[in-house]
């Protein structure tokens, strides 16, 4: 066959071509993610890789809800201890008003979060704990959506 051979009207070069194009278009959406894993958001179906699941988890528990402000201890200046990040600290907040059950201690939130992902996604898509009483003041009750509560748990699952 000669490099202008045709084959049902389409010659070898364009064949060729055509089939490199094929296996580029299936590889390339791919490339560089074999290391990362997958989850699907039952509720709507979105795929996350675990990294972009984490860094959004990480945005929402640092940048937007800033739970290290009552999940950190505390040095004696009143800076946050960042050896001890979010594992779990005196509540520093005291209430304006005597409360009977305002909590004296934020539990460890970082590395294994202290309840099953459903029940921390309960508590975070619903402001009810797993006592299936609404969370104390001073945390706040959020209202997350529940894939931005799978990233909440996913990042605070990350660190050690």
């Not at 202008?4 to 364009?14: I, R």
């Not at 990480?58 to 940048?63: A, D, P, S």
């Not at 009552?70 to 979010?86: I, V």
Request: with cysteine; net charge neutral; glycine share 8%.
């Amino acid at each position: 066959m000669t490099p202008n051979s045709q084959t049902n009207g389409l010659s070898v070069s364009g064949a060729a071509f055509l089939c490199i194009l094929w296996v580029t278009c299936i590889s390339l959406p791919n490339f560089g993610q074999s290391s990362q894993k997958a989850s699907v958001n039952a509720a709507n179906g979105t795929v996350h890789s675990s990294d972009s699941l984490i860094a959004r988890g990480k945005y929402i528990v640092e940048g937007l809800s800033r739970c290290g402000q009552c999940h950190t201890p505390r040095e004696m200046n009143g800076t946050a201890d960042r050896s001890h990040e979010l594992q779990g600290a005196s509540v520093w907040l005291k209430s304006a008003e005597p409360m009977e059950d305002w909590p004296l201690q934020a539990p460890r939130i970082a590395g294994i979060p202290p309840g099953t992902d459903t029940e921390m996604i309960k508590l975070l898509t619903t402001g009810i704990g797993r006592d299936g009483k609404p969370l104390r003041q001073p945390m706040p009750q959020f209202r997350m959506t529940e894939s931005d509560a799978e990233a909440v748990v996913a990042y605070l699952k990350s660190l050690q």
